[in-house]
Nanobody, 127 residues
């Protein structure tokens, strides 16, 4: 079992950058695929990025378009999400999720595959 805790959200101007962190207590952290998701007001929670336990496999949906980058440091039990070229449309609560499900299943099911969730961190992008 892991308990994700997100941090790093805040207010940024359009075109700016933020780096989010997801610290997950519980072991063994390296056995968990971790995902970043976001939920804007009135919208469903959507996947932003996924990274497999060892970091060998990474998935981004098309709308990310090279603007975001996920990485992990298993020694520090932390997953990062670098957000660049932010637009007001990126405004949302960003959540970290974790699962031990197989990679292909996780990519296919997205948020439905996550077993553990953090409470989220708010990212607000002003125009």
């Amino acid at each position: 079992q892991v308990e994700p805790v997100e941090s790093g959200g805040g207010l940024v101007q359009a075109g700016g950058s933020l780096r989010l962190s997801c610290a997950a207590s519980g072991r063994p952290f390296s056995e968990y695929t971790v995902g970043w998701f976001r939920q804007a007001p009135g919208k469903d929670r959507e996947v932003v990025a996924l990274i497999e336990g060892a970091g060998a496999n990474i998935y981004y949906p098309d709308f990310v378009k090279g603007r975001f980058a996920i990485s992990r440091d298993n020694a520090k039990e932390t997953v990062f999400l670098q957000l660049d070229s932010l637009t007001p449309e990126d405004t949302a609560v960003y959540y970290c999720g974790a699962t031990q499900k197989f990679w292909n299943l996780t990519v296919r099911r997205g948020r439905g595959a996550m077993d553990y969730w953090g409470k989220g961190t708010l990212v607000t992008v002003s125009s």
